[in-house]
DNA sequence: AACAGGATGCAA
DNA sequence: TGCATCCTGTTT
């Protein structure tokens, strides 16, 4: 198992969100491989938690890379992001798919639901955490880039990355 | 295609 | 106070 380094997400939002594609999570035991991916970043993007600075709850992603945003929405789900970019540059990418041994959770609330993520897995820090990280993948994966989702500003940006094959 | 569910953050 | 929201299952 090789570990994902704090340097890994040490980089453009936009290139880590594509390059989790084919990557293992891990959480508590349960192992599923990344799909699907969204990346958000700063105040280039209004569709971005980031997008009016630091806020309570955006600041994680402006902080160090590697570390889990987890929030809370519609008042029922929570979605799992991991903090991209050098500490003081916001970015973070949203996990939007996971094929687990015997079924693929397609979106954020259902991802977070099976594995039992809630805010108290938020701002853990994935590349030093016990049982909570990701590691490297099998093979190199071929991508497809498309449009996010559930958004109404910053409908242009071909940030979606969903893995193919 | 529409909406209920019903917490949270932020603007006012 | 009020309202929009990085969602999803259920019902027209």
């Given at each position: 198992?090789?570990?994902?380094?704090?340097?890994?997400?040490?980089?453009?939002?936009v290139q880590v969100a594509?390059?989790?594609?084919?990557?293992?999570?891990?959480?508590?035991?349960?192992?599923?491989?990344?799909?699907?991916?969204?990346?958000?970043?700063?105040?280039?993007?209004?569709?971005?938690?980031a997008h009016r600075g630091?806020?309570?709850?955006?600041?994680?992603?402006?902080?160090?890379?590697?570390?889990?945003?987890?929030?809370?929405?519609?008042?029922?789900?929570?979605?799992?992001?991991?903090?991209?970019?050098?500490?003081?540059?916001?970015?973070?990418?949203?996990?939007?798919?996971?094929?687990?041994?015997?079924?693929?959770?397609n979106g954020p609330g259902?991802?977070?639901?099976?594995?039992?993520?809630?805010?108290?897995?938020?701002?853990?820090?994935?590349?030093?955490?016990?049982?909570?990280?990701?590691?490297?993948?099998?093979?190199?994966?071929?991508?497809?880039?498309?449009?996010?989702?559930?958004?109404?500003?910053?409908?242009?940006?071909?940030?979606?990355?969903?893995?193919?094959?």
């Amino acid at each position: 198992m090789i570990r994902l380094s704090r340097d890994f997400f040490n980089r453009s939002t936009v290139q880590v969100a594509q390059e989790l594609l084919g990557k293992r999570l891990t959480f508590k035991g349960i192992s599923g491989v990344v799909t699907e991916t969204e990346a958000y970043t700063g105040l280039d993007d209004p569709a971005s938690h980031a997008h009016r600075g630091p806020t309570p709850r955006a600041e994680i992603m402006f902080g160090e890379p590697g570390y889990t945003y987890v929030y809370f929405i519609y008042g029922m789900y929570h979605c799992l992001n991991i903090v991209t970019e050098p500490e003081g540059s916001p970015g973070a990418v949203l996990i939007r798919g996971l094929r687990l041994p015997n079924q693929h959770l397609n979106g954020p609330g259902k991802i977070c639901k099976a594995l039992g993520i809630t805010k108290e897995h938020h701002g853990l820090d994935l590349v030093s955490h016990p049982d909570f990280y990701m590691s490297e993948g099998d093979s190199p994966v071929v991508y497809q880039a498309t449009p996010r989702i559930g958004i109404k500003r910053a409908t242009d940006k071909l940030w979606r990355f969903v893995m193919r094959g």
